[in-house]
Nanobody, 120 residues
Framework: QVRLLQSGGGLVQAGGSLRLSCAASGITRKINAMGWYRQAPGKQRELVAT???????NYADSVKGRFTITGDNAKSTVALQMNSLKPEDTAVYYC??????????????WGQGTLVTVSS
């Protein structure tokens, strides 16, 4: 069973930077992709950025050019560097991992969530 442990986040002024990290643990056949999603108060959870096992990345339009996602296959970790933060980036950020189990099931797991607050 794969588990995700997140770290980072907190309070920052607009224009500042924060870094989120996430580490996967447990036994699985392969982690296919890891990524970050966020959910602001009163809104649905949305994709922020993902990175596949072959290094392909995908970003939400709202964060392109400001956020950078990096993955480390060997360590089963993913990080999100967030620069030029805006108040509208305020949300709970969730780490996500899509993996193939030893039984060849395709599953997704979520981290515990971490609050990012950007003050104006």
């Amino acid at each position: 069973q794969v588990r995700l442990l997140q770290s980072g986040g907190g309070l920052v002024q607009a224009g500042g930077s924060l870094r989120l990290s996430c580490a996967a643990s447990g036994i699985t056949r392969k982690i296919n992709a890891m990524g970050w999603y966020r959910q602001a108060p009163g809104k649905q959870r949305e994709l922020v950025a993902t990175v596949t096992s072959d290094g392909s990345t995908n970003y939400a339009d709202s964060v392109k050019g400001r956020f950078t996602i990096t993955g480390d296959n060997a360590k089963s970790t993913v990080a999100l560097q967030m620069n030029s933060l805006k108040p509208e980036d305020t949300a709970v950020y969730y780490c996500n991992a899509a993996h193939t189990t030893l039984q060849l099931e395709y599953l997704e797991v979520w981290g515990q969530g971490t609050l990012v607050t950007v003050s104006s």
